[in-house]
């Protein structure tokens, strides 16, 4: 079929793979089997899924502003479990008008890039959120959208 021979691969570390089942018949057979090629290697497969990044646009319920301040310090806390978990990669309030020294910040929402194998996935961690279960987001108002991280760089806590 080919009029040139084609380059064998290297294999960088044998145990990245397993023998195929028929590798050790054909080598009892006998040695002609064995060196006609048909000791092959098969790679192992990954379980894990590929996980992806996810970005969260989590709006406040109109009304939710009581209930939000009520129970902040219990999400703040659920929020770095995800974090040490490698759930959350970043994450933080959005607001109605910039930040002002001496005046109360005008919440509007939650933004967070979450990683996970899908958007199910995502979603199911962020209903168990302390916000979700006190009605806080309004999830008929939430999206969530594949992302990718261009840059990043690291600010201190204000």
């Given at each position: 079929?080919?009029k040139?021979?084609?380059?064998?691969?290297?294999?960088?570390?044998?145990?990245?793979?397993?023998?195929?089942?028929?590798?050790?018949?054909?080598?009892?057979?006998?040695?002609?089997?064995?060196?006609?090629?048909?000791?092959?290697?098969?790679?192992?497969?990954?379980?894990?899924?590929q996980?992806?990044?996810?970005?969260?646009?989590?709006?406040d319920?109109?009304?939710?502003?009581?209930?939000?301040?009520?129970?902040?310090?219990?999400?703040?806390?659920?929020?770095?479990?995800?974090?040490?978990?490698?759930?959350?990669?970043?994450?933080?309030v959005?607001?109605?008008?910039?930040?002002?020294?001496?005046?109360?910040?005008s919440?509007?929402g939650?933004?967070?890039?979450?990683?996970?194998?899908?958007?199910?996935?995502?979603?199911?961690?962020?209903?168990?959120?302390?916000?979700?279960?006190?009605?806080?987001?309004?999830?008929?108002k939430?999206?969530?959208?594949?992302?990718?991280?261009?840059?990043?760089?690291?600010?201190?806590?204000?």
């Amino acid at each position: 079929m080919f009029k040139f021979p084609l380059p064998r691969t290297a294999i960088s570390s044998p145990k990245l793979f397993a023998r195929s089942p028929t590798a050790y018949t054909n080598f009892i057979r006998g040695p002609r089997n064995f060196l006609n090629n048909n000791y092959k290697y098969v790679a192992a497969m990954s379980t894990s899924p590929q996980k992806t990044e996810w970005l969260c646009i989590l709006p406040d319920q109109a009304d939710g502003l009581e209930r939000r301040l009520k129970v902040r310090t219990e999400h703040l806390e659920g929020i770095k479990r995800n974090q040490e978990a490698g759930f959350a990669n970043f994450g933080g309030v959005f607001l109605n008008e910039p930040a002002q020294e001496g005046k109360a910040l005008s919440f509007k929402g939650s933004i967070l890039v979450a990683t996970g194998v899908s958007k199910e996935s995502v979603i199911e961690v962020l209903k168990q959120d302390v916000y979700s279960k006190n009605d806080v987001w309004d999830w008929e108002k939430v999206e969530i959208y594949p992302f990718k991280t261009a840059i990043a760089s690291p600010l201190p806590y204000v």
